[in-house]
């Protein structure tokens, strides 16, 4: 029996607040933002 274990919280800043799981990291909204940039995740507009 597999175990769900969601261990959803920020790599960055440890918060368990609104963490997504996208391109295989584990960063909060704030965090996802300040790094998006910077990571090349920027909007297409
Ligand atoms: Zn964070």
């Not at 175990?3 to 607040?17: L, M």
């Not at 996208?22 to 920027?42: D, I, N, T, V, W």
């Amino acid at each position: 029996m597999p175990e769900e274990h969601e261990d959803r919280t920020c790599e960055r800043c440890g918060t368990r607040a609104a963490v997504y799981q996208q391109f295989g990291l584990h960063l909060c909204r704030r965090c996802f933002r300040e790094m998006a940039p910077k990571m090349g995740f920027e909007k297409h507009e």
